[in-house]
């Protein structure tokens, strides 16, 4: 059975319920970051963050307006195809 990482537990511990953010326990030593690693979590938090924004502006935007109509709109196969794509050309070609 798999056993959830320490950081995890206290990840959850901290997160608690819907809305409910709890400090995680005193007797527990929470382990540094190196400086770069830091980083890299602080630039992912940014990235979600503004990723986030851009989703909840959408939406704000098709509450305001409503649904964009069919002609306006791309078809999830054309966008399923052209991310594919950047994908394979991200992807060093294999011999």
Known sequence: MLRPSPWCQTFLHVRGGPG???PAPADHARQQLEPAAADAVRAYAARTRENADQFAAVLEDIAANGLPSV???TPWEELR???LARLAAQRPAVA
């Open 20 to 22: 409910e953010r709890k």
């Open 71 to 73: 002609e306006d709109c």
């Open 81 to 83: 195809e052209a991310h």
